[in-house]
């Protein structure tokens, strides 16, 4: 029997940038935790026509205002809508609303600040005085203003909230693209005549992938918040489709507040439940994409 020793020239194996991001991830308890709240969900809220047996907008007359039950785990409202379908179908269209309009805003974002930062001084100058004007509008009555202008709905409250959420993220974007520019590399792409869209998709993006995703991820949560008021004030999602924030809405009546509670108390603490659990995934994205944390 032969003994090998150990070859001393042989280079250890180190993990790649994005290994040990998912490392530190998944160290981080409260972004596992965030996981184990936001996994079930989707799933439940994708594949429950699959098998819950009531539709969001069926009526039972029977059952107006009736409490939980082993037929209505959640109850009724006030017109017999079985509120487990319209709580699971709510949470369907809050989501899509956040995703489509978290997308739509980061393509937005990027490109403005991407362009910003190779455009030149002249664009670049022109570009962030748009951003400047676009941050300086008092966000809350800007959102009134064009959620009162594009009515309801679920297309219009996507193209509202995509709109105020942009602004940041071309800031974030122009700031390490703005580093990025004077790399040898790019220096070297610019001087052998690359045009803006290579230097965009072939440079820049790929170096901003972190702040993308994190950014994301926050700008998901905000956005359910964002919906949830908007269709509590009658702006957003509008009856008979549901959103937990239509769906919050009942409470403004003191007879559903006080007598019954299930109507509202089951969407407000999902809807909580949610956005808390989304934050801690964004607040582990962050850490994890973190270069400073791999000194630690």
């Not at 409250?157 to 700031?175: K, N």
Request: glycine share 8%; aromatic share 8%; net charge positive.
């Amino acid at each position: 029997m032969t003994i090998t020793a150990p070859d001393p020239t042989a280079v250890p194996k180190t993990k790649g940038p994005l290994r040990r991001a998912l490392d530190r991830f998944f160290e981080n308890r409260a972004a596992r935790a965030g996981l184990l709240i936001v996994v079930p969900i989707l799933l439940a809220v994708s594949t429950y026509p699959l098998w819950w047996p009531f539709s969001p907008n069926a009526i039972d007359l029977r059952a107006i205002n009736k409490g939980p039950s082993a037929i209505h785990w959640l109850g009724s409202d006030g017109v017999g809508r079985d509120v487990m379908a319209r709580l699971l179908q709510g949470g369907r269209i809050s989501l899509l609303v956040a995703v489509c309009s978290v997308a739509i805003s980061i393509v937005i974002g990027f490109l403005v600040g991407a362009v910003a930062s190779f455009g030149g001084r002249l664009v670049d100058g022109t570009v962030m005085r748009f951003v400047d004007l676009a941050m300086t509008l008092p966000p809350v009555i800007f959102l009134l203003v064009l959620a009162s202008i594009a009515g309801t709905g679920i297309a219009p409250t996507i193209l509202v909230i995509s709109l105020l959420s942009w602004p940041v993220l071309s800031r974030m974007v122009r700031a390490r693209l703005l580093e990025l520019r004077e790399r040898d590399f790019v220096v070297a792409a610019r001087g052998m005549g690359a045009g803006l869209p290579h230097l965009l998709f072939r440079h820049g993006l790929p170096n901003c992938i972190d702040i993308l995703v994190v950014y994301a991820t926050l700008q998901i949560a905000n956005a359910i918040l964002l919906e949830a008021g908007l269709s509590f004030l009658g702006l957003g999602i509008a009856p008979p489709e549901a959103s937990w924030g239509n769906m919050l809405n009942l409470a403004r009546s003191t007879v559903v507040l006080e007598q019954y509670p299930w109507q509202w108390m089951f969407p407000g603490a999902v809807l909580v439940l949610t956005v808390l659990a989304i934050n801690f995934i964004g607040d582990g994205l962050r850490d994890a994409f973190d270069p400073r944390s791999d000194l630690n």
